[in-house]
């Protein structure tokens, strides 16, 4: 009997590895879009509470100078935040686009995979038909040799 080889194992080999690949390219982005959400989220979230100690600070009194101090860093903080929307559209957009890449690469696998199961199906019949011829010979043989005694 002979030992199966897949015709196509090194190919198979290869595109796992670029899953492999793609999968932690994936992860990595996932994880970098996480950091600048956060982050975001943590602006936002300065910029409220900035908006009610100055809305509580009106409602006391405050100088002129505070609220010139407040409206620039206001100001400022609105840029911040636009600028890390950008970088969070733009991080999400990364990381859709390496889920594209993966879900692809792992199509592509599983089409080879399904390919060598087809492959590893047809060769066992085979071997299994090989082995049955032989059976048949042989049974044939002994008894052609019964029968010449």
């Given amino acids: 009997m002979t030992a199966y080889h897949y015709r196509f194992e090194n190919?198979?080999?290869v595109r796992d590895q670029?899953?492999?690949e793609m999968e932690l390219a994936f992860?990595?982005?996932?994880?970098?879009?996480?950091d600048v959400a956060t982050k975001l989220y943590d602006m936002l979230k300065k910029k409220e509470d900035v908006l009610a100690t100055q809305h509580e600070r009106m409602t006391t009194g405050f100088s002129v100078n505070e609220i010139h101090h407040f409206s620039r860093f206001?100001?400022?903080l609105e840029?911040?935040?636009a600028d890390m929307q950008q970088k969070v559209v733009q991080a999400r957009s990364k990381m859709n686009w390496h889920e594209e890449?993966?879900?692809?690469?792992?199509?592509e696998v599983r089409k080879y995979e399904k390919m060598k199961e087809k492959d590893l199906t047809a060769f066992k019949t085979e071997q299994d038909r090989i082995e049955m011829n032989q059976l048949d010979e042989l049974s044939s043989l002994k008894y052609r040799s019964?029968?010449?005694r």
């Fill in 27 to 34: 992860k990595e982005s996932v994880r970098n879009f996480e």
């Fill in 74 to 76: 206001i100001s400022g």
């Fill in 101 to 107: 890449k993966l879900v692809e690469k792992t199509l």
């Fill in 146 to 148: 019964k029968e010449t």
């Fill in 79 to 81: 840029k911040s935040i």
């Fill in 18 to 20: 670029e899953k492999s």
């Fill in 11 to 13: 190919v198979l080999v």
